[in-house]
């Protein structure tokens, strides 16, 4: 009775969208570690490569140069953008988080409409949208066979998954499925946290991939979030069984691409699988289905400095790996047991502060800056943008939502169209290998034609080859802006370089310093005018494949439509100031009058606050650890998150 009162109170303290960026950390080697039905299609397959015990690190480098995106990472990885969006019961709550005891009447929207929604995705430009349909607190917007807490119980009882289907169909957007593995609702009064959740787990899958919201290969993306209030951070559902889920989505939507829930349920017990030390022993491969997408460990919309699409494969415990800032970095290899397709996606919201849901108080949008930066940050930094949208107590996208796009679609358009570089000619050089291979001459990589590239020929020493392609433009131009893509399709090979311009007689730095391209990238630097640059390959894992190359120019004068004056004007509410400071955690009401305080560690244990009602500050010692902290001011409640180190 006690462990179950003080549950109650920490779920409820809870009210909030994630633990911390690290709880949806995926364990890359335990993963491989699962045996999959598909065998056939998870070894030797071009998306993922074993290395030798005791292989040299440039072997290892060589072949890693070779992995391959699988065909459903490649749809999902020229799609650039899709969208995500949060509307549920939570939406009527004024929270991100629930609690699984809202009655299924408070979902009432007033006008609502996922054909709006559709048709702002796709003038957007946006690919695909992937919907909450069931959040941590269990409600599901469709109408589900396997529980009460749905739509079918609601006021408003349309299908919101039927509707948003029809609309997508309609305006020409792809659906993904975001599905909380976390469910409050079955916790409190289903089966959750036993071994028939797993089945009532699987039997929603099916009601969503088996055809009723597409037809087989249609679902674009699965997104299982790794957020789960119940359990110590870093540590597995016992009852989870991600392996079955995998297998129902391989089995129903084989096209789609899996956001994997975390590393939890790999994680183990400490002690090594016969399967990975038959791995790093030489006498297994490693296991991929060629299906997953990575998250980029944050969920503030940045990307690392070099973000990889080959990850290498070193260790069988990885807790918190995708928040390592140098994930996929070289020194890696060294002690990997092999590399794998694993391309990351930059999810954050559109709302300024953090919010997924649309709440009664309003919201504080992102800035066209914010969005810009955003922009290079994911598609410009070889990596996917899953950017959330907040639909409204009406069942809305709200207009300064749509205004905003609007705008940055006019940025990008305009910045991004025409290419400064058509017309020039490139020729190439190289040392230690031969400039040009047969039939992948430099000009290949400014014909505009897809699927043509260049590429040095003969052998290429990893230690010793360089390569530069000069491009002398048809005339002076001016630009501010430099796009590269490689050939990603035969996989990711540079692993340092460069660019210049030629400024007078004097060849002069824009880029430097880099390591990864990838599928696209792009960098901003201060407005040139030149009539040749130069890209230099300074490092590659085999001979390197550049299949694209452009320069472009912020226009001036691309201000795009105003945002209603009370979006401009909005700001964040005040709130709460909290720090920590020697083991002190100090609370500054900001002028808000404070009636009570909630403290709890993530590992379960609630912590007696001293009560104070007031506007004054207070403080309190704490022990090492992550906890979160819930203040309530009024008629408003505030959820942090803190950490206090050792």
């Known amino acids: 009775m006690y462990a179950q009162k003080i549950r109650s109170r920490i779920h409820h303290l809870l009210n909030y969208r994630r633990q911390i960026p690290g709880i949806v950390a995926v364990s890359l080697a335990t993963i491989l570690s699962i045996p999959f ?13 074993t290395f030798a015990p005791g292989e040299a690190l440039t072997s290892k480098l060589q072949k890693a140069a070779h992995v391959r995106p699988s065909p459903a990472q490649i749809k999902w990885m020229e799609r650039e953008r899709n969208a995500f969006i949060h509307y549920g019961m939570n939406t009527f709550h004024g929270a991100d988080w629930g609690t699984g005891h809202e009655a299924e009447t408070d979902f009432a929207p007033t006008a609502q409409n996922p054909d709006q929604w559709a048709q702002v995705l796709k003038d957007a430009k946006f690919s695909m949208v992937v919907p909450t ?15 009460n807490h749905c739509i079918r119980n609601a006021t408003v009882k349309t299908d919101v998954v039927d509707a948003l289907h029809t609309g997508c169909v309609n305006h020409g957007v792809d659906l993904g499925i975001y599905l909380s593995p976390w ?19 699987v039997n929603q899958l099916k009601e969503l991939l088996g055809g009723t919201y597409g037809a087989k290969g249609t679902i674009g993306e699965l997104w299982f979030d790794g957020a789960c209030g119940d359990y110590p951070i870093w540590q597995p559902v016992p009852t989870y069984t991600p392996k079955v889920w995998y297998d129902t989505i391989e089995a129903l939507q084989p096209d789609a691409v899996i956001r994997l829930y975390d590393g939890f349920y790999f994680s183990g017990t400490g002690t090594d699988s016969s399967e990975w030390v038959g791995i790093k022993q030489g006498t297994q491969k490693l296991k991929w289905r060629g299906k997953e997408i990575r998250w980029c460990g944050n969920e503030g919309g940045t990307g690392r400095a070099d973000e990889w699409s080959v990850e290498p494969v070193w260790a069988r415990f990885f807790g918190s790996d995708q928040q390592n800032n140098t994930l996929g970095q070289e020194s890696f290899y060294t002690n990997a047991v092999g590399a794998l397709w694993y391309q990351s996606e930059v999810n954050t919201s559109i709302a300024a502060n953090g919010q997924w849901f649309w709440h009664t108080g309003g919201y504080a949008l992102k800035t066209l800056t914010d969005l810009q930066t955003l922009y290079y940050n994911s598609v410009g930094n070889n990596a996917n943008l899953l950017l959330n949208l907040l639909p409204d107590n009406r069942g809305l996208i709200a207009t300064d ?11 990008i358009d305009s910045t991004f169209t025409k290419n400064w570089a058509n017309g020039a000619t490139a020729t190439a050089t190289a040392v230690n290998a031969t400039p040009e291979a047969t039939g992948h001459e430099a000009n290949k990589i400014i014909d505009n034609i897809k699927n043509t590239y260049w590429t040095t020929g003969g052998t290429w020493n990893i230690s010793t080859s360089t390569a530069t392609v000069t491009f002398v433009l048809p005339a002076s131009q001016t630009f501010d802006h430099v796009m590269i893509k490689e050939y990603v399709y035969d996989g990711q090979r540079v692993a340092g370089w460069s660019v210049d311009y030629l400024n007078g007689t004097t060849w002069t730095s824009l880029v430097s310093g880099k390591k990864v391209i990838g599928y696209k990238r792009i960098c901003k630097f201060n407005q040139v005018t030149a009539s040749q640059v130069r890209l230099n390959i300074t490092r590659s894992w085999d001979n390197p494949e550049i299949s694209d190359f452009a320069l472009y120019r912020t226009r001036s004068g691309i201000v795009g439509i105003s945002v209603p004056p009370a979006v401009q004007t909005a700001s964040i509410p005040i709130q709460p100031k909290i720090t920590v400071n020697a083991h002190r955690l100090t609370i500054d009401a900001m002028g808000l009058r404070i009636s009570r305080i909630d403290i709890a560690r993530l590992d379960g244990r609630s912590i007696p606050v001293s009560m104070i009602r007031g506007s004054k500050a207070v403080s309190r010692p704490l022990t090492p650890g992550v906890y979160l902290v819930q203040i309530q001011a009024g008629e408003r409640t505030f ?6 180190s050792r």
């Open 639 to 644: 959820h942090n998150k803190i950490a206090v």
């Open 37 to 49: 039905k598909v065998s056939a299609v998870l070894q030797d397959s071009v998306w993922v490569v």
């Open 183 to 201: 469910d409050m609702n079955q916790r409190d009064f289903g089966v959750w946290n036993t071994a028939a959740y797993n089945t009532f787990f």
């Open 133 to 147: 349909v069931k959040h941590h607190d269990g409600f599901c917007i469709w109408n589900t066979a396997t529980t």
């Open 401 to 411: 939502q749509i205004t905003l796009l609007r705008n940055w679609n006019n940025w």
